[in-house]
């Protein structure tokens, strides 16, 4: 609990940089994580941290009336006057609930989209930022894999802990990540996948889950994590093995740039997004070498790092983005890295999936 790990690691990002580009792997994410649940042991876990970890049981309160939520934080005095009592920024802006839930659009509408005879079953992971903030990315998710004929599956399951996991609080993640493996195990085969759609999210099943769980379940983790993907690592394996074919889009030209998510960086490659926005048959995809945008979850907001955040996003993805063409597509799968990059440069990223799906051919 000694202040000067505490103060050292304040400015460690959570990026998992260190685990695949450092040649020793140390991963200080998650060393981090550690230290500050055992910092909460002895100190209290602080409001601000509690708030955060806690976030997704918020907005589903406020999901009930997303419009009050919106008008309260949009309009300035108000919303400032709640950044400073979180000790956000307040040249921030807050991301807005959608005024309905993906999984209640699922639950009202799929029966409406899903296939006849489809290729085969595939599980989504409706990840607690999809689900209430970045609709529309679920939307092209679902839409763009029953186009395709695949049945898409929202099955029983937990938030992925990812905001607890961002603040340190382990134990909290824990009986999340044992909850997960429970319901999901046995369901998940490499016949029936499951895939993600935010990043940060789905691969905690991957990196995370079977560090965290006990007993038996670590087993059971370990096994499910292998049939676990990000929708680019997805789309890309099955472009591949013949089940999805260029002929299902427009043959127009694009340019894209893209900015690959931290996480996906380090536990799975920016190859899988590349080749899955090159389906199309004449979309150019250009890498932004960027490292973290910046934001990194929550680290962005508050107000001791806004600056920090800011000159990050600054040394390569922000002026990337502002010397783009106007046509130029700009694709980023991170929740916090959209969100970045608009706070940063006024342009608005798109997840890979929307792009495919504007691409895709609409049958009639």
């Not at 997704?56 to 419009?67: D, K, L, Q, Y």
């Not at 090159?278 to 508050?302: D, H, K, L, R, W």
Request: a positive charge; proline letters at 5%; hydrophobic letters at 35%.
């Amino acid at each position: 609990d000694h202040p000067e790990i505490h103060q050292a690691m304040d400015l460690c990002l959570s990026c998992k940089g260190c685990k695949s580009e450092c040649p020793s792997n140390v991963d200080m994410t998650k060393l981090k994580a550690e230290f500050l649940q055992h910092y909460y042991d002895d100190h209290g876990i602080p409001f601000r941290s509690n708030l955060v970890g806690n976030i997704s049981s918020i907005t589903r309160i406020f999901s009930v009336v997303p419009w009050l939520y919106n008008s309260f934080m949009r309009f300035k005095p108000t919303g400032n006057l709640m950044k400073s009592i979180l000790g956000f920024s307040t040249e921030r802006s807050l991301p807005s609930i959608h005024p309905y839930s993906l999984q209640s659009w699922y639950r009202k509408n799929y029966r409406n989209i899903r296939p006849a005879g489809p290729v085969k079953t595939i599980f989504l992971f409706c990840d607690e930022f999809t689900n209430y903030h970045d609709v529309s990315a679920g939307l092209a998710v679902i839409r763009l894999l029953a186009g395709l004929k695949y049945d898409v599956v929202i099955p029983e399951h937990a938030e992925s802990g990812r905001a607890y996991l961002s603040k340190g609080m382990l134990k909290k993640v824990r009986g999340i990540a044992e909850r997960n493996v429970r319901l999901l195990s046995g369901r998940i085969s490499e016949q029936s996948p499951m895939i993600g759609i935010e990043p940060s999210a789905i691969l905690t099943f991957r990196d995370e889950y079977p560090s965290l769980v006990e007993g038996g379940l670590k087993k059971s983790a370990e096994k499910l994590s292998e049939n676990v993907f990000t929708f680019e690592e997805f789309i890309t394996k099955e472009f591949e093995a013949g089940n999805i074919r260029k002929e299902s889009f427009t043959d127009r030209k694009q340019k894209i740039k893209m900015h690959v998510h931290c996480h996906q960086k380090a536990l799975s490659s920016i190859d899988f997004t590349a080749k899955a926005l090159s389906i199309p048959a004449n979309y150019t995809v250009q890498n932004i070498p960027s490292g973290c945008c910046g934001m990194a979850g929550s680290f962005g907001f508050e107000k001791e790092h806004h600056d920090i955040s800011m000159k990050i996003g600054n040394l390569v993805l922000f002026p990337a983005v502002r010397n783009s063409e106007p046509d130029t597509l700009i694709a980023a799968a991170g929740t916090s890295c959209r969100h970045q990059i608009l706070d940063g440069t006024s342009r608005a990223a798109q997840h890979p999936a929307e792009i495919l799906w504007n691409a895709f051919i609409k049958p009639g």
